[in-house]
C-alpha cells in the first residue's frame, strides 16, 4: 500500500466519522422535536381525565400558564384549576381538549413550539366548539427531560394578540431564543 493510499482511506475514515457525527446530530433533534410535540400533545388527554398531578408535572415547578381568562404560576396553581369545580363540570358534562400538531423548533435545551387548541364540549344539539385558541410553548430540557416552562394561550376572536401569538413563535422557528410579547 502506498503513503497516498493510506492518507486516501484516512480521508476516507474522517469522511465517514463527519457523516457519522452529523447523522448523531440530526437524530437528536428529531428525538427532542418528537419528545417536545409528545408532551404538549398529552396535555389534552390529561386535563380531560381530570390528572391534575400529571398535568402539573409537564410544567416546571415555578411554570407559568397564561390563559385569557387566569393566570396560573406554578404546580400548585395549574394542579387547582384541574381539580376546580369549573373544571370539573366540563369533564362530567363532556369536553376535548384538542391540541393540533405543534409546529417545534428546539435550540440545544431550550424549545418553542406553536399550535392551536380546540376546547369541544357537549351542547343541546351534540359537540361543539367553545373556543379556539392559539398557544406559544417555551420548554426546557433538564434532568427530568423536557417540561414547559410557559404556555401561552389566546383565544381567536379576532383580537390581535392572538395571531401576533403565532407570529411571535413561528419567528422563534429562525431564533429560539427570542423574546415574545
Do not use: K
Not at 452529523?22 to 404538549?40: F, G, K, P
Request: glycine residues 8%; aromatic residues 4%; charged residues 25%.
Amino acid at each position: 500500500m502506498t503513503e497516498s493510499s493510506d492518507r486516501g482511506g484516512q480521508a476516507d475514515q474522517l469522511s465517514q466519522a463527519e457523516r457519522l457525527v452529523q447523522l448523531e446530530h440530526r437524530l437528536q433533534a428529531l428525538e427532542d422535536e418528537v419528545e417536545v410535540t409528545r408532551l404538549i400533545l398529552s396535555y389534552g388527554p390529561l386535563v380531560d381525565s381530570g390528572d391534575a398531578d400529571a398535568v402539573a408535572a409537564i410544567w416546571e415547578p415555578d411554570g407559568v400558564y397564561d390563559v385569557d381568562e387566569l393566570v396560573m404560576n406554578g404546580r400548585e396553581q395549574i394542579a387547582a384549576m384541574v381539580t376546580s369545580e369549573f373544571h370539573q363540570h366540563w369533564i362530567t358534562n363532556g369536553c376535548a381538549h384538542v391540541i393540533g400538531a405543534p409546529r417545534v423548533s428546539v435550540n440545544g435545551d431550550d424549545a418553542v413550539a406553536v399550535c392551536y387548541s380546540l376546547m369541544i364540549v357537549t351542547g343541546d344539539d351534540g359537540f361543539v366548539v367553545r373556543r379556539a385558541t392559539a398557544n406559544h410553548w417555551r420548554l426546557r430540557r433538564g434532568a427530568d427531560g423536557w417540561l414547559v416552562t410557559t404556555r401561552t394561550s389566546r383565544v381567536l376572536d379576532g383580537r390581535a394578540e392572538s395571531p401576533e401569538l403565532l407570529a411571535s413563535g413561528m419567528a422563534s422557528v429562525a431564533d429560539p431564543t427570542a423574546e415574545t410579547e
